[in-house]
Nanobody, 122 residues
């Protein structure tokens, strides 16, 4: 499975961005899909995930109510809608696929996409 993330950019605090993750080489509906981020000098952290099948969603506390993850299995794409962005959301965002789980654990990820930079100015 190859994953390609896009949609990052520079935005002012309070603004919005939508990240997209296009998948190829596999059946997206069979994978739990997630977004992780890594800020400079920090470890990569879980942000949001959506399970295969039921589509249950999970979020890190700091983005609840602001970010929404969704998937379009027909378009084999996963989205992360990010609203009310804050400077602390600045990071490189990575999409990820988990063949056996719900893509919430860093160690459970089977496939990573290249990151897309999100920069939020104050």
């Amino acid at each position: 499975v190859q994953l390609q993330a896009s949609g990052g950019g520079l935005v002012q605090a309070g603004g919005s961005l939508r990240l997209s993750c296009a998948a190829s080489g596999g059946t997206l509906s069979l994978y739990g899909m997630g977004w992780f981020r890594q800020a400079p000098g920090k470890e990569r952290e879980f942000v949001a995930a959506i399970s295969r099948g039921s589509g249950t969603t999970y979020y890190i506390d700091s983005v609840k109510g602001r970010f929404t993850i969704s998937r379009d299995n027909a378009k084999i794409t996963v989205y992360l809608q990010m609203n009310s962005l804050k400077p602390e959301d600045t990071a490189v965002y990575y999409c990820a696929a988990d063949k056996w789980g719900d893509a919430r654990r860093l160690g459970g990820i089977d496939y990573w996409g290249k990151g897309t930079q999100v920069t939020v100015s104050s």
